[in-house]
């Protein structure tokens, strides 16, 4: 099946830093990425959605300016949380999808983001 | 409004036997997908069924099948022959179109626990 990654799985920055996450499809073209994030024992609640080539659309409430993503080929997407607060601690998931079949979408495994 | 209800937050199953963890969804397309992923704690998303509307059979993956009642807006996910491996968070998700872009959302999970 179709593979996505994500980089780094694991990162710990301190607050005031930018930190960016990446998020390929290895084996198949992705022209809408989504990205995700989750707080503990909680829901995967979508950010944002990119498609390659234009700007990413935000969901309410998320700081377009704090969460910069940019996908700029069809096989990448990044997440870029700029200035880290301790609040932004979480999970980020991405997903990819592409011209596949019903499955759609494919995440990645996911990256957790630690601010101190 | 919730789109996306799942009424268990967590449910417990003997080996061996079945499971099945309620879905509902709101929604005004006539066409949408309904999906259940499983989230280990190591935090990746599995796809594990998916349902079109349009589907007149249920889905049905090896041991998961997808009882689909669509006057009733359920989706609920029936795992069969329950394995200490299917300990997990289990999330239903509805894909729907919104302003000509698919979006996917998520309900609040159920946590299963299968007891040898």
């Known amino acids: 099946g179709a593979v996505v990654s994500q980089h780094p799985s694991r990162v710990i920055c301190k607050s005031g830093t930018s930190v960016k996450i990446e998020c390929r499809s290895l084996?198949?073209?992705?022209?809408?990425m989504f990205w995700y994030r989750q707080f503990p024992k909680k829901s995967l609640m979508l950010m944002a959605t990119?498609?390659?080539?234009?700007?990413?659309?935000?969901e309410q409430g998320v700081e377009k300016d704090k969460f910069l993503i940019n996908h700029a080929s069809l096989t990448l997407s990044t997440l870029t949380v700029t200035s880290a607060h301790p609040e932004d601690s979480s999970f980020y998931i991405c997903?990819?999808?592409?011209?596949?079949?019903?499955?759609?979408?494919?995440f990645g495994p996911g990256t957790r983001l630690t601010v101190t | 409004a919730q789109k996306i209800t799942q009424t268990q937050p967590g449910m417990f199953v003997q080996e061996k036997e079945a499971v099945t963890l309620d879905c509902t969804y709101d929604t005004s397309d006539q066409s949408y997908g309904l999906f259940w992923y499983k989230q280990p704690s190591s935090g990746e998303m599995i796809f594990l069924i998916y349902q079109g509307s349009y589907d007149e059979q249920n889905a049905t993956e090896g041991r998961y099948s997808l009882n689909f009642q669509k006057a009733r807006k359920s989706a609920n996910l029936v795992i069969s022959a329950s394995q200490l491996g299917d300990s997990a968070m289990y999330f239903c998700?509805?894909?729907?179109?919104?302003?000509?872009?698919?979006?996917?959302?998520f309900g609040t999970g159920t946590r299963l626990k299968v007891l040898a």
């Open positions: 990119s498609n390659e080539g234009s700007k990413a659309t935000y």
């Open positions: 998700a509805m894909r729907e179109a919104t302003s000509g872009t698919y979006k996917y959302i």
């Open positions: 084996d198949f073209q992705a022209t809408t």
């Open positions: 997903s990819a999808r592409g011209t596949l079949a019903h499955y759609e979408q494919y």
